[in-house]
Nanobody, 119 residues
């Protein structure tokens, strides 16, 4: 079965950096665009970033553009999210997702990893 396992979350101060990773198994990784979404307490899940199978195209939410970078390693079936200049409003559970078609229409989801940014 498909498994997406996130890691790298934690508690940091505003202005710090974190790198999230997601390891994928049970799917042909290069057939999927990979996404990151997040959900803050009391809010709906929102799109953060996406990358196509070949890493030639990336997409970002306006709120993270210029601070976050998505990348993938097809040899290792992993996708990462480098988060710099973190803000308290970035606090959320971050989810890795795999999209077989449109980059921001996931079919499979990870269990999430908590990121907390203190002011």
């Amino acid at each position: 079965q498909v498994q997406l396992v996130e890691s790298g979350g934690g508690l940091v101060q505003a202005g710090a950096s974190l790198r999230l990773s997601c390891a994928a198994s049970g799917l042909t990784f290069t057939r999927y665009a990979m996404d990151w979404f997040r959900q803050a307490p009391g809010k709906e899940r929102e799109f953060v970033a996406a990358i196509n199978w070949s890493s030639t195209s990336t997409w970002y939410a306006d709120s993270v553009k210029g601070r976050f970078t998505i990348s993938r390693d097809n040899a290792r079936n992993t996708v990462s999210l480098q988060m710099n200049s973190l803000k308290p409003e970035d606090t959320a559970v971050y989810y890795c997702a795999a999209a077989p078609g449109a980059p921001m229409a996931p079919k499979y989801w990870g269990q999430g990893t908590q990121v907390t940014v203190s002011s």
